[in-house]
């Protein structure tokens, strides 16, 4: 079972590090390295928590064996001298559990901060939603401080949290403290029902709509993660001997699925972004095989692998008919023998020949060129407005 817990750990480790890194380098496609934002550089302290947190959890079995100062009996509480290995295993273990839930706390709400930053950038430009930030950032700050408080002081003197005998109480048994676990229970569900709210007003959606896919991933993974810390505390407390592998091994899942969502709507931005460079390159690769308008000739007598190129006839040149139910038709006339392209003229410009053949007038043709460009949305929260150009160039 140990055995398969550290691969478990370490492969989770890896694709924790490589989403992170993933994550980087869509952030700078995206923005560029003097555009960062801060949850950017958080998720590089948060991977470093996350290493801390899987090694301190391997340390738990492989170093000291999965014991500490809970689950016995004051009979051999007395019976255990400090001089017997298992004593420097308890107590060695003890002191690593109060390491990982300083470091699990620290990793959870950084990532908790890591999403509001994110949240922020989001819906600006929605109303009120300043405040909503500023609320929840005032409230990680809190209840960070009271769960880092609680289990610093929450046996005195700090010394008895890896006291043997006498027993010091479970208070003091920090791999399953009742104050420990009924503390990061409640601050943690409390800090990430909030964060889920935050993006969810009726005018924030209106507004973010384009983004709805990142408002349900982000929704359901804080769920999902809600629901892991729940089940963590509960096993913690049920485990009974085994509470100390419990706590770790829980910590290391419940966190690996924290850094996937907090990561993930940058993960769908370079994925985005490779697709549309293989969706260009493709298009690019199709063009060498298309041949220009103006590369057809109309007439003559040339030839092309020793047959008469077919006579060019544009789609929307209809006699005696319009294109798209308007005035104007494309005219191909002899300027096409030379490799000019069609012009488009309205038919009240059109020159007009009497019966003697004289030209009765001859009005100046003016060719408009619109460009219609549109940039669509990041879904990282870095937003694009639409732009359009216009160009028009004239011949008279």
């Known amino acids: 079972m140990a055995g398969n817990f550290i691969a478990e750990a370490f492969s989770l480790l890896a694709i924790g590090i490589i989403v992170i890194a993933l994550r980087w380098v869509s952030r700078l496609m995206t923005v560029g390295f003097t555009h960062l934002a801060w949850d950017d550089y958080l998720m590089i302290v948060a991977g470093g928590l996350y290493s801390a947190e899987t090694a301190l959890a391997y340390y738990v079995g492989a170093r000291w064996k999965a014991f500490a100062n809970n689950s016995m009996t004051p009979e051999a509480r007395a019976a255990l001298k400090p001089d017997d290995p298992e004593y420097a295993l308890r107590v060695g273990g003890s002191k690593n559990q109060i390491c990982g839930w300083m470091v699990y706390t620290s990793l959870l709400w950084t990532l908790k901060t890591c999403m509001l930053i994110f949240f922020s950038r989001l819906t600006i430009g929605v109303n009120n939603m300043k405040i909503r930030i500023r609320i929840g950032a005032v409230l990680l700050a809190v209840t960070y401080v009271a769960t880092i408080l609680a289990i610093l002081l929450g046996c005195r003197p700090f010394h008895r949290q890896w006291q043997i005998y006498p027993d010091p109480g479970n208070l003091c048994y920090p791999a399953i403290s009742v104050l420990n676990v009924g503390i990061v229970i409640a601050l943690n569900a409390t800090t990430d029902f909030y964060l889920m709210s935050v993006p969810l ?31 963590r505390c509960v096993l913690i407390l ?11 091994q829980w910590a290391i899942r419940e966190t690996f699925i924290a850094v996937i969502v907090g990561n993930l709507p940058m993960l769908y931005t370079l994925w985005q972004r490779l697709a549309q460079l293989g969706t260009n390159s493709f298009s690019r690769s199709s063009d060498k095989k298309s041949y220009p308008l103006g590369s057809y000739r109309t007439g003559g007598s040339s030839r092309l692998g020793g047959k008469k190129p077919k006579k060019f006839l544009h789609p929307l040149s209809v006699p005696n008919d319009t294109a798209m139910d308007s005035d104007e038709r494309i005219v191909v006339d002899s300027k096409q023998e030379s490799g000019m392209p069609p012009s488009v003229v309205s038919n009240d410009t059109l020159p007009a020949y009497g019966s003697g053949g004289g030209r009765q007038h001859d009005s100046s043709i003016r060719v408009q060129t619109d460009l219609h460009i549109e940039s669509s949305d990041d879904v990282d929260g870095e937003g694009r407005k639409n732009n359009y150009h216009r160009f028009s160039d004239s011949m008279g």
């Open 201 to 231: 007003p009726a005018s924030a959606l209106l507004q973010i709509l384009t983004k709805k896919w990142v408002l349900s991933i982000m929704f359901s993974g804080g769920l999902l993660v809600t629901a892991a810390g729940i089940l």
């Open 238 to 248: 049920t485990a009974g001997a085994s509470g100390a592998a419990q706590a770790g």
